[in-house]
């Protein structure tokens, strides 16, 4: 995988997959290590990604119904394909059998395809000739594309490219990622102030006449 | 050496906040606002690493054969091209780009 190219160990690479399994933090980990940033730093912008982990176990957790002591074995797996498998079942063991499969079976996928993504890159030897350093950027864009579903997104995505990139030369390696997560609040802000009034309406429009008791599960 | 902290720190990290998705009551975080930036947060993080990791060179901006490779990938996305075809036909698209001298 990409990690070849940046001077991680075979060891470091699968510990990465193995502990902590969300894609987009270890890439972002190897991407800001490679730049040659600060490993707090590289970690940090790694945890931030991670943080939409949280909201998805969230509703997990009403869906499972698990008991408090099988918890902390299945956090692991909380992740963007987990979810969106559990939350399509219809019934509760359903969700269970879906979550449990598609974790399992993607948990050994993606270390045996690190291993072997490892040996194989290793033999390669020189990854820019082959145009493996596009990889890491393509892999991020394929993530980032079905995300990009409203101008709120189109436009945090935006302000993140031009701080990103316009904080690159002059922050330390690491810290321009971070900066460019202020992009978040920074639209959410602005969008708070011009919906200030459409904003009432919207609370009248979702008061208790909505027949489902958990619309949110729906989407 | 740190390279393992910057692992030890990530894994504990995101092991963390997956753990305290499952375990924290609901309601916690279910406001509406907390909800919206935890969405958006990855969408700023993915938009700044794509654009450093195809533009970069040290603290320089470049244009160089990845920007080639990030177009295919891009037209790929909108095909609605599987994740590893689109990942392929960035690596493919840069090796050729660079292979013929960009």
């Not at chain 1, 909380?78 to 399992?104: H, S, W, Y």
């Not at chain 2, 390279?3 to 279910?30: D, H, N, Q, R």
């Amino acid at each position: 995988m990409t990690s070849a190219g940046s001077g991680l160990t075979l060891l470091q690479t699968c510990a990465l997959s193995l502990l902590v399994f969300t894609g987009a933090s270890q890439f972002a980990l190897v991407g800001a290590l490679a730049a040659g940033g600060n490993p707090l730093t590289a970690a940090a912008g790694a945890f931030f990604l991670g943080v939409r982990n949280a909201f998805y176990g969230l509703r997990l957790s009403q869906l499972l119904a698990l008991p408090r002591a099988v918890r902390p074995f299945a956090a692991q797996w909380v992740i963007d394909e987990t979810t969106a498998v559990a939350l399509a079942q219809p019934t509760r063991r359903a969700t269970r059998i879906g979550f449990a499969v598609t974790g399992l079976s993607l948990y050994i996928l993606w270390n045996l395809t690190t291993l072997l993504g490892q040996l194989g890159a290793r033999a390669i030897g020189d990854t820019a000739a082959w145009g493996l350093d596009a990889a890491g950027p393509a892999v991020f864009l394929a993530l980032l594309a079905p995300m990009l579903k409203t101008t709120t997104e189109r436009a945090v995505a935006g302000l993140a490219v031009l701080l990103g990139l316009g904080l690159l030369p002059v922050l330390p390696a690491g810290v321009p990622v971070l900066a460019a997560a202020l992009a978040a609040p920074a639209v959410l802000c602005l969008e708070g102030r011009r919906s200030g009034t459409s904003r009432v309406h919207a609370r009248v429009d979702d008061t208790p006449d909505a027949p489902n008791d958990a619309p949110e599960e729906a989407r | 050496m740190n390279t393992w902290i910057a692992i030890g720190a990530t894994a504990v990290g995101c092991y963390a906040v997956k753990l305290a998705g499952l375990l924290v009551p609901a309601g916690a975080l279910e406001r509406p606002l907390v909800r919206r930036l935890a969405a958006l947060l990855p969408v700023a993080l993915l938009a700044a690493l794509t654009a450093q990791q195809t533009f970069a060179d040290g603290h320089a901006l470049v244009l160089d054969a990845r920007v080639a490779g990030l177009g295919a990938a891009a037209v790929t996305l909108v095909l609605r091209a599987p994740f590893l075809l689109v990942v392929a036909a960035a690596v493919l698209v840069t090796a050729g780009v660079r292979a013929m001298g960009g």
